[in-house]
């Protein structure tokens, strides 16, 4: 099944208080298992003015908004390039994969420059995001029955295995290889209802729960035998990017 996102999406950059450097959709449509009945993550970096930064009185590094439009749940996070530069530095999945989709809503040259950027951000340490994130959606799973965080818990584990042994970033659950064989049958339940659970014939707990345990194994091993750095090459790259965008805006409104 394909979710045609609505043409609306590309409105909303512009209708924020800040100047946005980017909004990418995140989410489900991102992992590649939506519903008709999903909301819209959408995620990105906006830019505080030099005097909202330097001064006694700061603005917000992080914006959140939820609203609904014709029909559509739209969740809006955004982080002011300070705070989210601070994030991807500190093995932060979350960030990197906001940073890298390709579902792009609004970009700039910032933006171009952040992706640019990306792969010497990513270090051995970001196994541990994946792992951690597993964990908390395997322990969902459990206490709800719901379908959506077993498929988070078989995404999480495949994208931070990938990582490890490329160094390339894959959020896309149906782009990734290494998973069980039933992985397409759960992602077809999935996409018919957003909160649903188990469908008749899936896996027992039991099978599930050896699955999930293998794969936490390969994300383990994977990440004992990377290539990946200790520390982000990138680092000082990524402190003068925030500096070159902040003394812009300045310049641009002077």
């Known amino acids: 099944m394909t979710v045609t996102l609505p043409s609306w999406l590309a409105e909303i950059p512009a209708e924020q208080a800040h100047p946005t450097a980017f909004a990418t959709i995140s989410g489900a449509h991102l992992y590649g298992f939506p519903s008709a009945d999903s909301d819209v993550d959408l995620r990105g970096v906006h830019l505080l003015p030099l005097e909202e930064v330097v001064g006694l009185r700061t603005g917000s590094e992080t914006l959140t908004r939820s609203w609904v439009r014709d029909g559509v749940e739209v969740d809006l996070v955004t982080h002011d390039l300070a705070k989210f530069c ?10 990197l994969e906001q940073l890298l989709s390709p579902l792009v809503v609004a970009t700039s040259p910032v933006h171009r420059e952040m992706i640019a950027a990306a792969p010497g951000c990513v270090t051995r340490h970001h196994a541990h995001h994946y792992l951690g994130f597993a964990r908390t959606q395997w322990r969902l ?6 379908l ?8 999480v ?5 990938h990582l490890m042994r490329t160094g390339e970033l894959e959020a896309d659950l ?18 018919s209802a957003e909160h649903g659970r188990l469908p008749a ?26 290539r990946l750095p200790d520390t982000a090459p990138s680092a000082d790259a990524v402190h003068d990017l925030v500096v070159r965008a902040r003394m812009a805006m300045r ?4």
């Open 157 to 161: 584990l495949l994208t931070g295995v």
């Open 174 to 191: 149906t782009r990734l290889s290494g998973g069980p064989p039933y992985l397409g049958d759960l992602i077809a339940a999935k996409r």
């Open 86 to 95: 601070r994030l991807l530095l500190r093995r932060n999945g979350y960030v």
């Open 251 to 254: 310049t641009a409104r002077a």
């Open 201 to 226: 014939g899936a896996p027992v707990p039991a099978r599930l729960a050896r699955d999930v345990d293998r794969l936490t194994g390969e994300l383990e091993e994977a990440r004992d035998a990377s």
């Open 148 to 155: 959506k965080p077993l498929l988070y818990t078989f995404r």
């Open 141 to 146: 799973f459990e206490r709800s029955g719901e």
